[in-house]
């Protein structure tokens, strides 16, 4: 990759080049003109201009007041105000996020708040609250060094999201250049990163951090990474584009700038030793670029594969069949151990909705596990709490019941249950991955050609972790909590009036109980239709065992200390009542997969 003319402002007409693509695939769609136009900076290049959209189009941009952004921020204002009579229905917006982490972090933002203005750009300020809702977490103290990127980070992000969703933005730049991409690119390198973590940052791609719902339609588009640090400060200084220093950029206690340091001494020490030059930054460039094509190379042989996985974006479970015509499928052979790996990869992922991949060891456990003789005796590793609705459980129940009505010795039974058990004991084992459990088909119900891909049954620990309790003071009638449960689904509960004050609503895993219950009551009520109890019925069929008990529920107790509980909803099936107390709505956080070739 080769850097744009290090040290050079960037021309309006180069950049609305680069972001052209980018709102071409957002419908604002442009379009060349007719005639070549000169650029006193350039030789030649296009004006692009978009045609008429419906509607006002927001732009969202990430603005930190330093110079990377700053530029980002005139050069999309340059490019609005250039192209005002196509482009006079979108708004740009400035998201400004007070830390509170520095005595003067609330005046700084303020001076930004007034740089932005001037570029004719709404400006957010958006103030970080360190006492809640992260107080529990922190216990009332701001985060140490060790913790504070992270945490300010998930924050700064929580606040962002939630403010696009607001203004109804779907679309964030950001102001990240190539030097943040040669350091992704070493730091990932530090950690032994595949392909995947070496093709470093996209250019365009998901909201990085999804921790509430809002975030899950958000992109972060990012037009800069191939523009030096120098050309956006020449940029900012031609324009008289005003920016501020974060004097954190300087300390060398987070690794990122350990790194960035790094490579600035390295850039220039082989200005006068060419022996250096394969660890220049044009030259980690030009690595991630060959990276970022074996990535897309590598996806584009999984992606057909995917298609074939049936994922219910409702429930987190997906089914797949790991065999036709009496042989493994074609990406489990073992001529294709790439394309099963990340096949497989793409599955937990998308069922434990991490940000990151398992551990290839555990990847290629799994594989073999996957690929081994189908047919083999069980053993004692079945996956802890699992509930064991294979034939090895049935069979040893049968004979356990027809032996105990025998005249036999306890030796005597064990050994006929030994004997039965060899010779009906050969069955498909589960294997549990990453929190994920792949279990086998079952021979009478759910799909029975095709494994099940489910969250783990829930230990104790998880049952009392996932057991939350809100109290009806906490929720009035004009406004919703917001939860993530089990990292897995966003639940928004809104109450109504005739909840009263004196209740207590809980989310908790569902247990069989409340299936019953659920299945008797829409069973005898028709304001519910068959929809809900259809999709409840075909959840039981298919889902084995206690994976089943693994989605939340929603009930109403009528005391604030213990009571019996009112089901009020099974939210990921559908399953609603007593819509007059609660409006509970539920989404999974992995959502629709996209089959296309990750952004990450």
Partial sequence: MNLMRVGRAITANEFALWIAPILLRDRAILRPAQQQV?????????????????????????VSGGVDSMALATLLARYVQSQRSSLQRIQLHAMIVDHKLRDNSTEEASYVAEQIR????????????????????????????MHLETLARLERYKAIAQKCHYLNIRQLFVGHHSGDQVETVLFRFSRASGIDGLSGIQSDAPFGVVNVKEALDLRVVRPLLNVSKDRLRATCEEAGTKWVEDPSNRSLDYQRNVIRHYQLDMDSLQESNRLLHPLSTASLLGF??????????????????????????LTGVCHLRLQSDGANVEWLQPTRPHVAIRLLSF???????????????????????????????????????????????????????????????????????????????PVLRPINVSGVLFSPPRTTKGLTRYWTVSRQPMSAIDLQTNTMDISMNQLDAQSAIDILWDQRFFLRIKAHDAVGPQRTIRIRPMNLDDARLARRTLKASATNGHKAADQLELFMDRVP????????????????????????????????????????????????PNFDIPDE
Avoid at 43 to 56: A, E, I, Q, W
Avoid at 128 to 144: F, V
Wanted: include cysteine.
């Fill in 38 to 62: 000169t650029d006193r900076n350039e030789d030649k290049g296009y004006s692009f201009s978009p045609l008429s959209c419906r509607g006002t189009h927001n732009i969202g941009i990430a």
């Fill in 118 to 145: 001037r570029l004719d750009i709404h400006p957010h300020i958006l103030t970080l609250n360190w006492s809640s809702p992260t107080r529990a977490l922190l216990n009332g103290n701001k985060p140490d060094k």
């Fill in 288 to 313: 991630r670029d060959r990276m970022d094509s074996h990535r897309k190379v590598a996806w584009s042989q999984v992606s057909p594969f995917l298609q074939d996985i049936q994922f219910d974006p």
């Fill in 347 to 425: 599955v937990v992922r998308w069922v434990n909705c991490k940000d990151h991949s398992p551990r290839m060891h555990d990847l290629q456990t799994l594989l073999n596990h996957l690929r081994s003789p189908h047919m083999v005796t069980q053993t004692n590793n079945t996956p802890q709490g699992h509930n064991h609705d294979t034939a090895k459980s049935s069979v040893y129940k049968k004979i356990r019941r027809r032996v105990s009505s025998m005249d036999v010795t306890p030796t005597d039974m064990a050994s006929t249950v030994h004997q039965h058990a060899a010779v009906a004991a």
């Fill in 545 to 592: 065992g206690k994976s089943r008990l693994t989605i939340p529920v929603v009930t109403i107790s009528s005391s604030l200390v213990s009571g019996p509980e009112t089901l009020v909803s099974i939210p990921t099936l559908g399953v609603h009542f007593a819509i007059n107390l609660l409006q509970v709505e539920c989404r999974f956080k992995s959502g629709d």
